[in-house]
């Protein structure tokens, strides 16, 4: 059963940057296209970035411009690095593959942006 664990998220001020690390118990980053989502309570869990095994990689909306995903094989970590963050990316971080979970979710990690 692969285990993802989230980290890196905190309190950043607006405009601020924050670099997010999702850590797999397994090598699955060469045979599985990964995702980055984000939940705030009382909404339904959103797709922030996704990228496949041969790098192909899709921002949402949001995103674009401001976040960059990219993983490192040897360390079996994919991560998030945000830029120019803003009040409405505060939210709980995690990671999975694209638009149907194969993989128990992890604990996530809380973004916080405030000034």
């Known amino acids: 059963q692969v285990q993802l664990v989230e980290s890196g998220g905190g309190l950043a001020q607006p405009g601020g940057s924050l670099r997010l690390a999702c850590a797999a118990s397994?090598?699955?980053?060469?045979?599985?296209?990964m995702a980055w989502y984000r939940q705030v309570p009382g909404k339904e869990r959103e797709l922030v970035a996704r990228?496949?095994?041969?790098?192909?990689?899709t921002y949402y909306d949001f995103a674009k411009g401001r976040f960059t995903i990219s993983a490192d094989d040897v360390k079996s970590t994919m991560y998030l690095q945000m830029t120019n963050l803003k009040p409405e990316d505060t939210a709980v971080y995690y990671c999975?593959?694209?638009?149907?979970?194969?993989?128990?979710w992890g604990q996530g990690t809380q973004v916080t942006v405030s000034s």
């Open positions: 999975n593959t694209p638009f149907r979970a194969m993989f128990a």
């Open positions: 397994e090598n699955i980053f060469k045979t599985h296209p």
């Open positions: 990228m496949t095994p041969t790098g192909t990689i």
